[in-house]
């Protein structure tokens, strides 16, 4: 009871700034209690509490966040029994939650953890034991790509062949298209992109058709080992035997890759390529983008990207901005990264408060000392955040 009026109380104190009704606490609202007070918890016992007060479920996104951060922060202070606890007890004791989707979801949970035993654990006892009244007439995909995931969010990749290998086959799973794509991942992960290829063959031998998805990680896979000979194949293969026309997500992946190899040109031209298909960029393309080139130092190609995309209607996200304004304020080039600056406040999105220093201090080592102090005037009355530390840097502003 205590532990469902500090979640009334945190409601109340949303409801507040967020200018909700007199209505009773709803089921969302009282998620973003808990999300809010597992924030500043650590007392683990506390953290189970919340959970469980909330009475969260995996059907909602932010009821899926709620789970991921308690998790998170029981793993991280070597709390795994708790975790245990707290998935087990979930259940066991409530009826709704005696479902494929939850065991599902505790499985990735497990091995978000890094606790694969318990994972592996679970997906025997819905499979041996039928769980929980749960009856499988045959082997559930849903558990067995969980499980897959599972293995790959704690990093146990030699785990993801065995479980596809032995698992699929004892208890009789027909693997779909997710199940090959998560088996695909993990090798483009571990460094083995190769042995997709064998993976390709099986899917072709049981009629299951790669999509963007196969594809994307293989392009993943092969920026990453450098092999790009193998790129190459890739890019015949999508759409020569498989008759796919690869959309901007693919070219996203491919941009990303090339940039984190220092290869901001070569991602240039597949930004070209798009254009010249009728592909229409989106942010994101242009996010990589824009930081390959500020991480190569070519401050001028990215400002002329983030200009050609504002012309052709592509709204730029939060992360152009706070890149600009970080790189071009490191670089020196005050004057423009504070008109990006401007034009993100305007957009109520502000970088960071390190990314504004810099700026802020900048202008005024440059004699702007105006604009300097007009930044943080406007910060401290839009964004209540770091006030303190901000009269502490307008203090040490000349005069």
Not at 16 to 34: D, E, G, V, W, Y
Not at 152 to 178: M, Q, T
Not at 218 to 228: M, P, Q, T
Not at 367 to 393: M, P, Q
């Amino acid at each position: 009871m205590a532990l469902f009026a500090r979640l009334r109380l945190q409601f109340l104190h949303l409801r507040h700034h967020i200018n909700f009704s007199t209505s009773p606490l709803s089921s969302k609202c009282k998620t973003r209690a808990a999300l809010s007070l597992l924030k500043s918890e650590t007392n683990p016992e506390k953290i189970l509490e919340i959970c469980r007060s909330a009475y969260l479920t995996p059907y909602a996104h932010i009821d899926r966040i709620t789970f991921s951060v308690a998790i998170d922060k029981l793993a991280k202070s070597n709390n795994f029994s708790y975790i245990d606890d707290l998935l087990t007890d979930l259940r066991t004791s409530r009826p709704d939650l005696r479902t494929v989707r939850f065991a599902a979801h505790s499985i990735i949970l497990y091995g978000q953890a890094g606790m694969i035993d318990q994972a592996i654990r679970l997906f025997k006892e819905y499979h041996e034991k039928n769980q929980n009244d749960v009856v499988l007439t045959s082997g559930s995909v849903k558990l067995l790509n969980a499980l897959l995931f599972s293995c790959i969010l704690a990093k146990k990749y030699d785990e993801v062949e065995r479980v596809f290998v032995d698992f699929s086959k004892r208890y009789k799973i027909e693997p779909n298209l997710e199940t090959f794509n998560t088996v695909i991942q993990s090798f483009c992960e571990s460094g083995s992109s190769s042995s997709c290829y064998s993976v390709l063959n099986e899917m072709d031998m049981k009629g299951v058709k790669p999509n963007e998805t196969t594809f994307g990680h293989l392009f993943a896979g092969f920026y990453r080992e450098e092999k790009y000979e193998d790129v190459g194949t890739v890019s015949k293969m999508i759409e020569e035997d498989y008759g796919i026309s690869a959309g901007i997500g693919v070219y996203n992946i491919r941009i990303h890759s090339l940039c984190k190899l220092k290869r901001a040109r070569e991602a240039k031209v597949l930004l070209e390529e798009c254009l010249s298909k009728g592909i229409k960029p989106n942010g994101v393309t242009y996010s990589h983008l824009i930081l390959g080139f500020c991480m190569e130092g070519d401050l001028e190609e990215a400002k002329r990207l983030f200009k050609s995309m504002e012309n052709r209607g592509c709204q730029p996200p939060y992360s152009c901005y706070a890149t600009l304004v970080y790189f071009l304020g490191k670089a020196g080039d005050f004057e423009s990264a504070y008109r990006v600056c401007k034009e993100s406040m305007s957009k109520k999105m502000m970088p960071n408060f390190s990314t504004m220093k810099i700026l802020v201090q900048g202008l005024a080592s440059s004699g702007e000392v105006d604009k300097a102090k007009e930044l943080i005037g406007e910060v401290k009355e839009r964004f209540s955040k770091n006030t303190e530390l901000w009269n502490e840097v307008e203090a040490g502003l000349p005069q």
